[in-house]
């Protein structure tokens, strides 16, 4: 059985940008063509959410704009090592955001669609306003399941069993923000203890495949069957069952789970902050967010009066921790940290 290893190392992903994808109006890019008639933005979403979202927004507004799609650590670091890049950051987890505006890369700015959302999706201070939310889920292949004689876990110790030795896989917390999400959520069940959630992930370690880049990897190795079980979005579960992993079933940890809210920023530096601004306030109205039903996302829009797919997990029904935004954000670099030599680092080198 192949031990956990850490599958990309964070050096290697400071220039890194996955390949473009054309798009008939709104374009995916490598980046570094960024302009004054031009909306350039980083896109922490999937795909073909990035490119319907972002060719809908030009069809409906005539403006120019690019993206790339890349993870929201990847996010972080060309904001540190490109500044100019990218006029707005479109998605991933509001504490990134948080991050971000920590290191002066956030232009704040209170939209004036902001007002509608629910208190825990928006930060009143304008750093960043959220436009959808999903949880953090376990997604599990019935039928290897099945084969390995397991049940598709129902809590974060089930995740230890024996059963499932080198059949779970995790997104690194250092370049997925589900991976990061999935340790600060057993932090917050551990009451803030580190050494407890440590010492949970060091157990964890022997049943974990692989530490990939990506969130979408794990559903993707699930959906084959290459693991039984991978730590995931529920939005991204259900996504890859509809686009042909029947196997795929989505559970829920019952001491309660992470949940992400799906944010937007305006960037400090940005080459067309109005575009930026004109953006933000877009994906904030229930137009925009009605078209997730439609991509579809599977992840649930935070406007109340926004369309829902019929496939998107019910949110309401999902026992959550309780999530303070701020304190995931203090946390992230000393837990990356943490993950990355004590445990991802002590994996690889068994």
């Known amino acids: 059985m192949m031990r956990a290893r850490y599958a990309a190392l964070p050096a290697a992903l400071l220039a890194l940008s996955l390949a473009a994808c054309s798009a008939p109006e709104g374009q995916s890019t490598q980046g570094g063509s960024a302009s004054a008639d031009t909306l350039n933005i980083a896109c922490s979403q999937q795909e073909d ?4 979202i972002v060719s809908a927004y030009t069809r409906e507004t005539g403006q120019k704009a690019t993206y790339v799609r890349l993870g929201a650590g990847e996010v ?4 540190e090592t490109n500044p100019g890049e990218f006029d707005v950051w479109s998605g991933g987890q509001a504490e990134n955001h948080l991050v971000a505006n920590d290191k002066g890369k956030i232009e704040k700015y209170v939209s004036k669609n902001a007002s509608a959302l629910p208190s ?4 009143a201070e304008g750093i960043w306003s959220g436009f959808y939310t999903d949880s953090i889920a376990f997604c599990s292949n019935k039928k290897e399941l099945e084969r390995i004689g ?3 876990p129902t809590s974060w110790q089930d995740l230890l069993k024996p059963e499932f030795k080198g059949r779970i896989a995790m997104p690194h917390p ?3 923000g589900v991976g990061y999400m ?3 959520t057993v932090a917050t069940l551990n009451n803030g203890d580190q050494e407890k959630t440590v010492s949970y992930f060091k157990e964890l ?3 974990i495949m692989q530490f990939s880049k990506s969130a979408a990897t794990g559903t993707e190795q699930a959906g084959r069957g290459e693991v ?6 529920d939005s991204d579960c259900e996504k890859a069952n509809k686009a042909g992993y029947s196997d795929l079933v989505t559970t829920y940890p019952s001491e309660g789970t992470g949940y992400e809210v799906g944010a937007v920023s305006v960037l400090a530096g940005a080459r067309n902050p109005e575009g930026a601004k004109a953006y933000m306030d877009w994906l904030l109205t229930t137009k925009a967010q009605d078209l997730y039903a439609d991509v579809p996302s599977f992840a649930a829009p935070t406007l109340p009066d926004a369309k829902v797919g019929p496939n998107v997990p019910k949110q309401d029904v999902v026992k959550h921790v309780d999530w303070d935004v701020r304190k995931a954000a203090d946390s992230r670099a000393n837990y990356i940290g943490i993950f990355e030599s004590q445990i991802a680092g002590a994996s690889s080198a068994k």
């Open 76 to 79: 972080l670091a060309r904001l």
């Open 174 to 176: 250092a370049t997925a």
């Open 182 to 184: 999935a340790m600060y």
């Open 150 to 152: 397991a049940q598709a």
């Open 228 to 233: 039984a079980v991978a730590i995931a979005l």
């Open 49 to 52: 959410f990035c490119q319907a």
């Open 120 to 123: 825990q999706y928006n930060n």
């Open 205 to 207: 370690v022997p049943n």
